[in-house]
């Protein structure tokens, strides 16, 4: 089983690409929860909820008060979305 891929903050910014400081202020909100909290390393989901984020505001136009409810709403799906897909396999 190979390890998943970690980025650095710097990484992760390069690769969205946005500022460090986005980032940072994402895991301070408790948007994202990172990987790796301990030496703030992100994987895949991490960046793509960081994506996610970043197509709300630029996109939809979301402001930071309405982030944590779209968010928060979306993972409620994906829940469901999880235990349907169980129930359906067995």
Known sequence: MSERK????REAAD??????AFIIQ???ADW??????RRLALDE???ARLR?????????GAN?????LILHLMDQLHTLHD????????
């Open 52 to 60: 996610l984020i970043l197509d709300l505001k630029n996109i939809f």
């Open 45 to 47: 989901a991490d960046i």
């Open 6 to 9: 970690l980025y650095v903050i």
């Open 32 to 37: 994202v929860h990172p990987a790796d909290p």
């Open 83 to 90: 235990r349907l897909s169980e129930r359906a396999a067995a």
């Open 15 to 20: 690769l969205l690409p946005v500022e460090e």
């Open 26 to 28: 994402c895991v301070e």
């Open 64 to 68: 930071d008060e309405s982030i944590p």
